[in-house]
């Protein structure tokens, strides 16, 4: 069975310091992957998306880039995060090049920052 | 462009009542399909349902009910015999039928159930 494992699962960082969250994904092969955001009590916001390894696509402009360096490594990073930066971080995957198209989901990631 | 309203942000319940979250869709496409997806307190998004456009028929899993209803583009969740466990925000979303089609989320309800 799939599994999807995100870290770490809370942070709080300071104004101006750099980022790095992480997403990997088992059982499943060439998957599609997704970085979304969840400010306080609002919904979801998709950030990056991507359907293989060095192929991301930016949903909103901001300070955030994603990376894929491997099959099923997703990578989140800022260089210098702002408040504005605080949210939830979700991490998805979902089948390539799949009918459905039903994403799966991580633990998130809850970032606070200072 | 597909669109997805959950026009209830808040609904709260006791223990026990029957509770209906409304989801309304927009879409071009002929052939999609829906979702709910359920976010506990923990934060982690629980997929509950796929349905997909052409096929109509309700669906009911134990004290959960889906009404899938194409003439009005809903596609409402209802919670028989509500239990404080069921406190979550629930999520609608649509997806194309494109393949890698993204979904389409709606800003969420949260549902209290108070015992």
């Known amino acids: 069975s799939q599994t999807i494992h995100q870290w770490p699962a809370t942070l709080v960082q300071p104004v101006g310091s750099p980022l790095s969250l992480e997403c990997t994904v088992e059982g499943t092969s060439n998957p599609n992957l997704y970085w979304y955001r969840q400010a306080a009590g609002r919904g979801l916001q998709l950030l990056f998306y991507?359907?293989?390894?060095?192929?991301i696509s930016s949903e909103v402009p901001q300070n955030l880039s994603a990376s894929r360096p491997q099959d099923r490594q997703f990578i989140l990073s800022s260089k210098k995060l702002l408040l504005s930066d605080s949210g939830f971080y979700l991490c998805?995957?979902?089948?390539?090049?799949?009918?459905?198209?039903?994403?799966?989901f991580g633990p998130g990631t809850r970032l606070t920052v200072l | 462009a597909q669109k997805v309203t959950q026009a209830q942000t808040e609904i709260s319940v006791v223990e026990k009542e029957d509770v209906t979250l409304d989801c309304v869709y927009e879409?071009?496409?002929?052939?999609?399909?829906l979702f709910w997806y359920k976010q506990p307190p923990s934060g982690e998004l629980v997929f509950l349902i796929r349905?997909?456009?052409?096929?109509?028929q309700n669906e009911i899993s134990g004290r959960y009910s889906w009404n899938f209803q194409k003439s009005t583009s809903s596609f409402n969740f209802t919670i028989t015999a509500s239990q404080v466990v069921d406190s979550a925000v629930y999520f609608c979303a649509l997806s194309g039928s494109g393949a890698n089609s993204k979904l389409t989320f709606g800003k969420g309800i949260t549902l209290s159930v108070r015992p």
């Open positions: 879409t071009r496409d002929t052939t999609y399909y």
């Open positions: 991507s359907v293989g390894i060095g192929q």
């Open positions: 349905r997909n456009s052409f096929d109509e």
């Open positions: 998805a995957w979902s089948t390539s090049g799949g009918v459905y198209n039903e994403q799966f």
